[in-house]
């Protein structure tokens, strides 16, 4: 059985999101109808080895050339230096306009391959196949590509709708425990953001998601799905609603940096599910959100395996994290902006965040 979401806005052209189990041996037959006859499946190494020569194969059965380019894993690939390589091979392999791209792999290869489309030739289109679970919930819906700069993460990009997206749940097996983990962050930010009932439901029976069951993963992947490209319908290039997808973002992010981008200090997921529980805490500090909202909010992540105290993973100083994210790019004019909490299921857009709050708060947090 699969499940297909429609993604649509006033401003691109709609797409399907497809999840279920078994879809990556119909991907040949998917591509098939938006490709000339040629492809190039980007995917990282570890990925090129577990489903690089299927992926191939299905290609092949459908009548579609395919091309295999491997990149190294992890965030250091986000890179001016690796985008040029991967442009270089698609020119060398002869790929025009009418030719597709297949991101195959976790949110690193969306995020670069997506790039990678939107700039060649001024813009080919592209398929996304996301074999995280964070990718699956998160990065492979709504268009957004770039890559990362010394001075912070996704800081150059563009906004490039995929035009299909395979979501196979059965890819999620082959996840380390952490990885899973990771990818769940998203999903109980989502509920955070505007599904209080769905929070629960991940907080309780749907819990089983976070540890690999197959059919709340299937069911929590599905609702993701549906309130990112409701929100992304409304509001492509993040000029409004959107902005409330980045919910423990900015912290996470700024957190992110003072680690150096180190996945195996804290990989994205847990720098988010951080974020989240720092941004319900500042928001009950500040009077906007019921200290049990936050409680809870915090009692979820960690029962998920997911850090939720600063001290969990590192050593920080507040006035250099803020100053991280005044550098972010939802910052405006230099002012801090941060997606903050009423409650759970009901986040709002706060700007012109008063920094020394934010700094006399983080260094309570820091030594809490």
């Not at 998920?304 to 994210?325: D, E, H, I, W, Y």
Request: charged share 25%; aromatic share 4%; glycine share 12%.
């Amino acid at each position: 059985m699969t499940t297909t979401v429609l993604v649509s806005g006033r401003d691109f052209r709609p797409y399907e999101v497809i999840v279920g189990r078994g879809l990556m041996a119909g991907l040949g037959a998917r591509v098939a109808p938006l490709a000339a006859g040629r492809t190039v499946v980007i995917t990282d190494e570890i990925v090129a080895a577990l489903h690089g020569k299927a992926a191939l194969a299905s290609l092949e059965a459908a009548g579609v050339q395919g091309r295999l380019l491997t990149i190294p894993p992890g965030e250091g690939s986000k890179s001016f230096a690796e985008l040029e390589r991967v442009i270089d091979r698609m020119l060398a392999f002869r790929l025009d306009r009418k030719d597709v791209v297949v991101a195959l792999g976790g949110g690193v290869v969306g995020d670069l391959a997506g790039l990678a489309a939107a700039l060649f030739m001024r813009g080919i289109d592209f398929v996304q196949v996301p074999t995280t679970l964070l990718a699956q919930v998160d990065s492979s819906v709504g268009g957004k590509t770039a890559i990362d700069t010394p001075r912070g993460k996704n800081l150059v990009g563009a906004f490039h709708q995929p035009r299909l997206v395979l979501a196979d749940i059965d890819v999620l097996g082959t996840l380390p425990g952490r990885q899973l983990r990771s990818g769940w962050a998203e999903v109980l930010k989502h509920g955070l953001i505007c599904d209080a009932g769905f929070f629960d439901w991940l907080g309780g029976g749907g819990a089983a998601g976070a540890a690999g069951d197959p059919a709340a993963l299937e069911r929590a992947v599905v609702r993701s799905v549906e309130i990112k490209s409701a929100i992304v319908g409304e509001d492509e290039k993040e000029t409004g609603r959107r902005a409330l997808l980045n919910l423990g973002h900015t912290f996470g992010h700024a957190i992110e940096a003072e680690l150096g981008f180190d996945e195996t200090r804290l990989t994205h997921g847990e720098a988010v599910a951080l974020g989240c529980a720092l941004a319900f805490r500042f928001s009950a500090a500040e009077g906007h959100c019921p200290a049990k909202d936050a409680v809870r909010a915090e009692a979820v992540l960690a029962a998920a395996g997911l850090p939720t105290r600063l001290k969990q993973v590192g050593t920080f100083r507040g006035v250099r994290l803020v100053q991280r994210m005044a550098g972010d790019k939802k910052a405006e004019g230099g002012r801090l902006t941060l997606i903050l909490a009423r409650a759970i299921g009901d986040v709002l857009v706060e700007k012109a965040v008063d920094p020394s709050a934010l700094t006399a708060f983080l260094d309570a947090e820091i030594d809490a």
